[in-house]
């Protein structure tokens, strides 16, 4: 099955062409690798496959459901933030579910009887229930763990 497709992209930075028309199929169950010299596209290519950036020519398709993330090799974190308060900020839908309930859970504490509030609260815990978001932070502590 297709996961990535690219059918002769090209990008370029000014004068400079980092891809031209260059192809690529990623199908499910692939382990791919990059090599390559600096500054011969490597990092181009994940940054248009994770739709960071647009080719400039050719067609990049994403099947399905597919989500690809980038993560820069000097990525700008905030240090003030823990390693799991990191991994909260991200964009993935669990995470997002998962602040909003704590942000809505803390609203009704203050505003208990805010029918609104205990509305959105309802289908924020069918969500959590659906996209089993519960098993959201010990899932994380369990990756950050086993990462050392």
Do not use: H
């Given at each position: 099955?297709?996961?990535?497709?690219?059918?002769?992209?090209?990008?370029?930075?000014?004068?400079?062409?980092?891809l031209?028309?260059?192809?690529?199929?990623?199908?499910e169950?692939?382990?791919?690798?990059?090599?390559?010299?600096?500054?011969?596209?490597?990092?181009?290519?994940?940054?248009?496959?994770?739709?960071?950036e647009?080719?400039?020519?050719?067609?990049?398709?994403?099947?399905?459901?597919?989500?690809?993330?980038?993560?820069?090799?000097?990525?700008?974190?905030?240090?003030?933030?823990?390693?799991?308060?990191?991994?909260?900020?991200?964009?993935?839908?669990?995470?997002?579910?998962?602040?909003?309930?704590?942000?809505?859970?803390?609203?009704?504490?203050?505003?208990?009887?805010?029918?609104?509030?205990?509305q959105q609260?309802?289908?924020?815990?069918?969500?959590m229930?659906?996209?089993?978001?519960?098993?959201?932070?010990?899932?994380?502590?369990?990756?950050?763990?086993q990462?050392?």
């Open positions: 099955m297709n996961l990535v497709t690219l059918e002769t992209v090209s990008k370029r930075y000014g004068e400079r062409e980092l031209v028309d260059a192809n690529l199929l990623i199908n169950g692939d382990c791919i690798g990059l090599l390559g010299r600096n500054g011969s596209g490597k990092t181009t290519l994940l940054k248009l496959i994770s739709s960071l647009t080719p400039d020519s050719g067609r990049l398709t994403i099947w399905g459901n597919v989500r690809v993330r980038y993560l820069p090799q000097d990525p700008d974190l905030d240090e003030q933030l823990t390693v799991l308060e990191t991994v909260f900020q991200s964009d993935a839908p669990q995470m997002k579910l998962l602040r909003n309930y704590e942000r809505v859970n803390s609203q009704l504490q203050r505003q208990p009887a805010d029918g609104q509030l205990q609260m309802m289908a924020l815990n069918e969500e229930d659906r996209l089993d978001g519960w098993a959201a932070e010990a899932s994380a502590k369990t990756v950050l763990t990462l050392g």
